[in-house]
Every structure is written in structure tokens, then in C-alpha cells.
């Protein structure tokens, strides 16, 4: 036996720890994984996640090769007849009804991989349609719009500064269970209990006690979707009480004022009956925080999918702006990515690209390009010549994770054609004609592109593949660029080159730039012509801000330095970037944008609403052995107790009439799901709480681990496509208003 280790970061989440992976390279197999103690950012902390990508790896149910559906059955195909298929179905709904008849759903593991993160963006390009959706619009999509408004950037996010900061206040996050996210950092336990040892204090503010809450120095319940109600009581408390300290910060940002006065109209005691927390802890926590020498305010996916995620957004920023915690030393700060994505740019983003079309049925204004997924049911099953007739999904699974899945399986199904690039056969991928397989995370060369822009520390991180694909094969990006090229008449090679000229010319030889004098002629002779994402990498990062520049003997980073480096490599700590790479026009902050401030007449007609608290709402949980809805297949993590249980206040059950291990019906206005129940104080009164992910019971999938294990109930039966946060389009996936009786 030939066992060869590799030193690489864990895919599954943002927290990418470092870990170390026995190989037989005979049988091409993991034998063993384990934390790497010498990673400085994970030093040997794992979670139980971390076999997950060698049990998908090795998964009998797992899709290996193309398969094409006739009738309800799918048989295996051969890649070229997979993609001469997809090709020309999808060339001739183009042709008959336009690039707008067929559309795109991109999902969450696209951020985990830097080629399917490098070509997505391409792969858009090349269907020239505007029926382009996301995770994102039921996940960060209103912290794009708020960072897009202030900074110039949807992709430019101010992170906690967690390891110096002396107060952390966590709004809808559960940082010990989701490892940290807009938050990259492993061991977030640690980290917490670092804080309060140097003597700091930390906060949580959710409707659950989570396990983040039982940790933190403090918790306080609110009532689902009005975080900003609070957080405009901060900021009216800190105006009133003399505590605005912008500091350097007020240099360029323009607004303060109009802030003021859009805060007089929430002092905390308007906002208490409202929010459930009462006027004089508001007024303390304020103090407390504003008096901290260094505290970060932090929201992240309770604050975004809730009616008012773009304000709850918006106003966690400017908590720390007005107490002068943006972008400073344990406040909210901006990292410094290796390949170059958060440098200084020469010319501003213009205005926020918002509106610019419109959804087909309810006209919902895109930003950035997406429309926000909720629309898509209707796009496909609302009469038109103008419907949308052919999808392709990407490494998502819409069914489970967008609201109101069983509308959305049902379009599926009436759709002319779909095309699936997934490795499973599930809830969603089901109703594809083609399914097209990739590479598994182990399979593949990565590098953490994306949260290098979220990590709580600067660093840089290659990662090798572990095992060998069979020849057969294809990697992510090489499936994306094969439909593009069957779809347009050309060939990957073409896009490929294409993609890496218009890069080359984007970041060499331009005037003012640290690689002015790199021609694309030099560059191009380092950087060598193997296809994949390495060549791109390496001319990113040579170019980059701790680049070597194109010269070999300068001490610069280039790909070949990080890939000797075992290990993540610890770039120092965040440091300030303000003014400099502010991205909109004059470099300056609109801390109180028209996007913005029309909103807020919308969250004073809703004060009422939540003041009078009627009835019960439903909240969304994670859980440490899930990973969104595509890690039940994995036996070692969905053995064990039934996991998608109904947490319940005590009081709210005996009103009802439940019991622990008993069913409950739970309704809302677009469906009903029939879960376990699980009494608990941990839950504020008047609101219950689903993990999500789940729902494993669709017939011609094939998940049978799951199906076996943790089928469970699909929360977003009850998630009502009709409730967006208006300016974003983000999904309301928590604080469902819902009706629950015995079953
Ligand atoms: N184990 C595991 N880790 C994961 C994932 C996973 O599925 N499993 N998913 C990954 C992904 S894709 C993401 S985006 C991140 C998300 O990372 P987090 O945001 O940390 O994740 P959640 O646990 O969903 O935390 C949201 C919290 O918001 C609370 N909440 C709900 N409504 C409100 C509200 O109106 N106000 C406030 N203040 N709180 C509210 C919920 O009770 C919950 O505790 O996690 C990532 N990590
Ligand atoms: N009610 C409720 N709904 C939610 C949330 C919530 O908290 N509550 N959270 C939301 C959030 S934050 C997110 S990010 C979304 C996630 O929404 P999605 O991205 O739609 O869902 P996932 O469950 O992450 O689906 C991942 C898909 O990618 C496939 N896959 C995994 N690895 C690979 C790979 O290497 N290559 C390819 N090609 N495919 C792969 C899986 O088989 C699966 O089909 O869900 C959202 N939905
Ligand atoms: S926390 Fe778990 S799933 Fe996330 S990167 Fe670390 S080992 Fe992997
Ligand atoms: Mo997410």
C-alpha cells in the first residue's frame, strides 16, 4: 500500500479547515482524515462534516455519469450524446422564444469551488438571458444590496474583526453550529471563549437560545423580522445620548443627518412591544456598546431573510459607522484578498445597477442581474408566450431550498426541457431531462477564492486533489463551458482562452498598476497554457496585492509559493482600507441612499403588526451534521434521532394541545408539513422553529440514506413565495406566519 498524505481545506463550509488526508494511491482511496495541527488558521479543529466529502465520493448513490430521463426512468448516456442533447434542445427554445425562455439557477456549492467560482460568471454571460437566479436571494442577497449601495461593490463585506474586537454583537447568527458566516474562521467556540477571557462581551440576539446564545456572555429573544426596529433604537439612542462617534469615518460619508431624523421615529420604547425587548435593555446594550473601545455589530442570515432584510442590513453597518467600529481595529473591517478582488479601482461602479428589467409576471426589479428566485414558479407556470420553458440548475436544489417547493417542483415538471449539473439525483435534479455529473470536491484542485474576501484574518490557501477521476470525468467548469460552447457553436478551448485574455488585459499593463510594465506577453509565458483554474490563479495572485509581480526573484506570492506552503498561509490581520476602496462615486459612503431610506415608511406601517404579535411564526435552524439539504445521503451523518422536530415554547404547546414525540400539523398560507414535535424553552414564545434541508420523500430520487434515515419535512412547504424583502427580493424565511395544531 502506497499511502501519500494530503494537506488541504475541508470544502464543505466557509470556515475551510485545515486538514490532513491519508491516500492509497494503489486503490485510490482515503484511508484516514484528520485536522491539520499546523494550519494556523484551524490548528487541528475539525467538525463531524469533515468526512463528508470522501462518504460523497464514495456514495453508491452518487452520479458518476450523464444520465438522460425517458419517461420517469434515467438510463446512462455518453458525455458527447448528453451534451449534443442538451445543446441542441436548448439552441432550438432559443430560437423559437428567446435567450429569456430559458433560465438559470446557480447553488450554494458553486462558492466552495474556484473553478465552478471563476466560470459561472462566464457561463451567465454566454446565455445572454435575463432569468438568472440564485442562492443568494434566499441567503445574503440584501447584504449585496446594502454593501452595492454603501461600498460599490454587492461582493465588497465588511467582516467581523473577531479575534481583537471587546464586544461582539451576533444578530440571526449561529456562528457555533454554521462555523462562521460573512465570518470565516474555524472553532468559533474558541474564539468566543477568547473574547470573553481577554474580558470582552458578547451578545446574541435571536428568537432561539442557540447553542452561539448559551455560550455568549448574553442573550436577548427578539421577535422575527424586526431587528431593524431595534437597530433604529440604537441609533436613535446614540444621537440622543450624545454617543455618534464617526471619527475619520464622517470624512466621506454622506447622510448622517438624514439617519438622525430617520431614527427619531423609533425611540426604544416604540420599538419594545414591537421587537419583545424592553426599552431600558435597549438602552443599555446601546451603551454598552458604544462605550466598548473596540466592538463589532454583526447580522448575518436571521437579519437578510426576514420582510426587512435590506434595512436590518444597512443599519448593522451603520451601528458600527456611527460608534466608529467601521473599519477598525476589532470592528467591522474590509480583508485583503490575494487575488486582488478588494484593490483600490481606478474608476467607480456608477449607480446601483437596480431595475434595469423586471420579472415577467409580478414586474419584480432585478439587481445585479438576478431576479430573486421566489419568481421562478411563475415564470414557468404563469400562461405567456414569454415563459420561461427550459432551466438549467447548477449544484442547486430549489425544490428544498426556495419557498414554496411543491409549486416549484410542479413548474419543473411542466417545463419543455431541464438540465441538471449535480451529483445527485434529488428533489430537484429529479425532474431533469439530462443530468450532468462533475467532479467530486476530492477530486479536484481547489483554492479558497471566496472566503478569502470573508476571513476574519487575511490568508491564501491552494488545496491539491486527493484522489484521481476517472478519465471520463469532467469538473465543474469544464461542464459549464460544454453547455456554453453546444449552446453557441464554439468550444471550451475558445471560451477558456477568451476568459484568460480578458483577465490578462485586465490586470497587466495597465497604467498605475503595480504590474504596469507586465506585458501580456510576459505574463502569458509564466503563466503556461494548461487549461483549469491554476493558470488564472496564479495570474491573479502574481498580480495581486502581495503579488510577486511576474519577477521570479522578488519575494511576492505567485501559485507556486502557496502550493508549497502545506498549509494556509496567515496574511496578518485585517487591516484599514477606507476611503481607498470604496468603489462609488467620489469614494464616498451614502449612508442614506433613496433604495434605502424609501423602505423605511414600509417598517413604520409594519410596527403595529409586530406590536400586537398575532399568532405564531415559524424560524429556520441549522444543525452541526447537516449542510443545506445535500449531506443527508451521508450515513455517519443522518444516523440518530429524528433531527427535523419542531421546537416548540412549552407554553405555545400546552395552549395547543402537544406533546413531545407527537406529530403537529403546521401551516401557511401556501402549504402544510406534518413534523415531529420537540417542547422547548429555548424557543421564544410564539415563535417555532424547522431546520431546513429536509423533505427527502419526493419519489425518483435517489437518496436512499436519507430517505431511510432523515427524510424529515421540507420547511419551505410553508415559505409563501409572495413575501420578499421588497428592496432585494431576498425570500422571507423567517418569521412565516403559520397556524399549528395537533395532528
Ligand atoms: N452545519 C451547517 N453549517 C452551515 C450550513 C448548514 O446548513 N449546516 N449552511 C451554511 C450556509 S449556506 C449559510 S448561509 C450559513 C448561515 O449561517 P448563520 O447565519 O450563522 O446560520 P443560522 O444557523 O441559520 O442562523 C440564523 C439564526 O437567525 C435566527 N433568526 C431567525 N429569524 C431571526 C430574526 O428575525 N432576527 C434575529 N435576530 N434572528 C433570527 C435563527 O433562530 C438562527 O439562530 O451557514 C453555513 N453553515
Ligand atoms: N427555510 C429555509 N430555507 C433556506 C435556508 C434557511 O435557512 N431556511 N437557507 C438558505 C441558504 S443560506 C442557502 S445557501 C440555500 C442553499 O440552496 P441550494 O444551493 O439550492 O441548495 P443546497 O442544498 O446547497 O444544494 C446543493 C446542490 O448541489 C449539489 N452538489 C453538491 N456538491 C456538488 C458538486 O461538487 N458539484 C455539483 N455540480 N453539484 C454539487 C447537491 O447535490 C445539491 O443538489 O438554501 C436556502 N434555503
Ligand atoms: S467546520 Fe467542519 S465542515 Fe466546516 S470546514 Fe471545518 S471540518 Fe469542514
Ligand atoms: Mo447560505
Redesign the pocket.
Known amino acids: 500500500m502506497a499511502i501519500e498524505t494530503v494537506h488541504r481545506s475541508c470544502p464543505i463550509c466557509e470556515a475551510s479547515c485545515g486538514i490532513v488526508v491519508d491516500v492509497d494511491r494503489d486503490a485510490n482511496k482515503v484511508v484516514a482524515i484528520r485536522g491539520d495541527e499546523d494550519d494556523p488558521r484551524s490548528r487541528g479543529y475539525l467538525c463531524p462534516k469533515v468526512f463528508a466529502p470522501q462518504a460523497?465520493h464514495e456514495d453508491p448513490d452518487r452520479i458518476r455519469r450523464p444520465l438522460r430521463r425517458i419517461g420517469d426512468r434515467f438510463t446512462e448516456i455518453g458525455w458527447d450524446e448528453a451534451l449534443d442533447l442538451v445543446g441542441s434542445r436548448l439552441k432550438a427554445i432559443r430560437a423559437a422564444h428567446g435567450p429569456d425562455a430559458v433560465a438559470t439557477?446557480i447553488?450554494?456549492?458553486t462558492g466552495h469551488?474556484v473553478g465552478?467560482m471563476l466560470w459561472t460568471t462566464m457561463f451567465i454571460g454566454t446565455l445572454g438571458s435575463q432569468r438568472i437566479f440564485s442562492?443568494a436571494t434566499?441567503?445574503?442577497w440584501p447584504k449585496n444590496l446594502s454593501c452595492r449601495i454603501l461600498y460599490g461593490d454587492a461582493w465588497l463585506f465588511p467582516i467581523p474583526d473577531l479575534d481583537r474586537t471587546d464586544f461582539f454583537l451576533c444578530l440571526g447568527g449561529n456562528p457555533l453550529i454554521s462555523q462562521g458566516s460573512l465570518m470565516s474562521a474555524p472553532n468559533m467556540a474558541a474564539r468566543l471563549r477568547a473574547l470573553h477571557a481577554r474580558g470582552g462581551r458578547s451578545v446574541v440576539i435571536d428568537p432561539r437560545r442557540t447553542e452561539t446564545a448559551e455560550l455568549a456572555s448574553q442573550h436577548l429573544f427578539i421577535r422575527p423580522g424586526t431587528d431593524p426596529l431595534l437597530l433604529f433604537a440604537m441609533v436613535h439612542t446614540l444621537f440622543e445620548e450624545g454617543l455618534v462617534r464617526p471619527g475619520r469615518l464622517a470624512d466621506f460619508t454622506d447622510g448622517l443627518d438624514t439617519i438622525r431624523e430617520l431614527a427619531r421615529d423609533f425611540p426604544p420604547e416604540t420599538v419594545a412591544a414591537a421587537t419583545g425587548i424592553d426599552a431600558p435593555t435597549i438602552r443599555r446594550l446601546t451603551r454598552d456598546f458604544a462605550a466598548a473601545e473596540r466592538a463589532v455589530c454583526y447580522g448575518r442570515?436571521g437579519t437578510c431573510?426576514v420582510e426587512f432584510g435590506t434595512l436590518a442590513s444597512w443599519l448593522v453597518d451603520a451601528v458600527n459607522l456611527l460608534t466608529g467600529n467601521l473599519d477598525r481595529a476589532g470592528g467591522l473591517m474590509f480583508p485583503r484578498p490575494a487575488t486582488g478582488q478588494g484593490e483600490p479601482v481606478a474608476q467607480d461602479t456608477g449607480p446601483v445597477p437596480y431595475g434595469r428589467f423586471r420579472s415577467r409576471v409580478r414586474g419584480f426589479p432585478e439587481f445585479d442581474g438576478q431576479l430573486p428566485v421566489a419568481v421562478l414558479a411563475e415564470e414557468i407556470d404563469s400562461a405567456g408566450e414569454d415563459r420561461v420553458r427550459a432551466l438549467i440548475t447548477?449544484?442547486?436544489?430549489?425544490v428544498?431550498?426556495?419557498p414554496n417547493g411543491e409549486r416549484l417542483s410542479r413548474a419543473l415538471a411542466s417545463l419543455d426541457f431541464m438540465v441538471s449539473?449535480?451529483?445527485?439525483l434529488?428533489e430537484?435534479?429529479s425532474h431533469a431531462d439530462v443530468i450532468l455529473?462533475?467532479?467530486?470536491?476530492f477530486e479536484d484542485t481547489n483554492f479558497d477564492f471566496l472566503f478569502q474576501t470573508t476571513s476574519v484574518r487575511n490568508m491564501v490557501r491552494y488545496s491539491p486533489r486527493v484522489v484521481t477521476p476517472p478519465a471520463d470525468a469532467k469538473p465543474?467548469w469544464a461542464?459549464l463551458m460544454e453547455v456554453a460552447a453546444r449552446l453557441n457553436d464554439t468550444t471550451l478551448e475558445s471560451y477558456d482562452d477568451f476568459m484568460f485574455e480578458g483577465m490578462l488585459a485586465a490586470v497587466v499593463g495597465q497604467p498605475g498598476t503595480r504590474c504596469a510594465a507586465v506585458t501580456p506577453d510576459m505574463a502569458r509565458a509564466k503563466l503556461g497554457n494548461v487549461r483549469g483554474p491554476e493558470r488564472f490563479i496564479d495570474l491573479l495572485l502574481r498580480a495581486g496585492p502581495y503579488g510577486d509581480g511576474f519577477d521570479d526573484t522578488a519575494d511576492g506570492l505567485s501559485l507556486a509559493k502557496v502550493q508549497h506552503v502545506p498549509h494556509a498561509i496567515d496574511l496578518g490581520p485585517l487591516q484599514p482600507r477606507l476611503p481607498d476602496i470604496l468603489r462609488t462615486p467620489g469614494r464616498r459612503i451614502q449612508l442614506a441612499h433613496d433604495l434605502l431610506v424609501r423602505d423605511v415608511g414600509r417598517l413604520k406601517r409594519a410596527l403595529g403588526r409586530y406590536a400586537t404579535a398575532p399568532g405564531l411564526v415559524l424560524v429556520?435552524r441549522?444543525q452541526l451534521r447537516n449542510?443545506?439539504?445535500?449531506l443527508h445521503n451521508v450515513e455517519s451523518l443522518a444516523r440518530g434521532r429524528n433531527r427535523c422536530t419542531l421546537l416548540i415554547h412549552p407554553e405555545d404547546a400546552q395552549r395547543i394541545g402537544l406533546r413531545s414525540g407527537g406529530r403537529a400539523r403546521v401551516r401557511s398560507r401556501v402549504g402544510e408539513v406534518s413534523p415531529e414535535v420537540e417542547i422547548s424553552d429555548e424557543m421564544m414564545p410564539g415563535v417555532v422553529c424547522l431546520p431546513?434541508?429536509f423533505g427527502h420523500t419526493a419519489p425518483g430520487t435517489r437518496l436512499s440514506v436519507a430517505a431511510r434515515l432523515q427524510p424529515g419535512v421540507n420547511?419551505?412547504q410553508l415559505?409563501d413565495e409572495l413575501l420578499l424583502d421588497e428592496p432585494s427580493g431576498n425570500s422571507v424565511?423567517?418569521g412565516i406566519p403559520v397556524e399549528v395544531f395537533p395532528a
Open positions: 460523497v439557477y447553488g450554494n456549492p469551488n465552478a442562492g434566499v441567503d445574503q442570515l431573510t447548477a449544484a442547486g436544489n430549489p428544498l431550498s426556495t449539473i449535480d451529483i445527485y434529488n430537484t435534479t455529473p462533475t467532479t467530486t470536491a465543474h461542464v429556520s441549522r449542510m443545506n439539504s445535500w431546513h434541508g420547511v419551505n415559505a424565511l423567517n
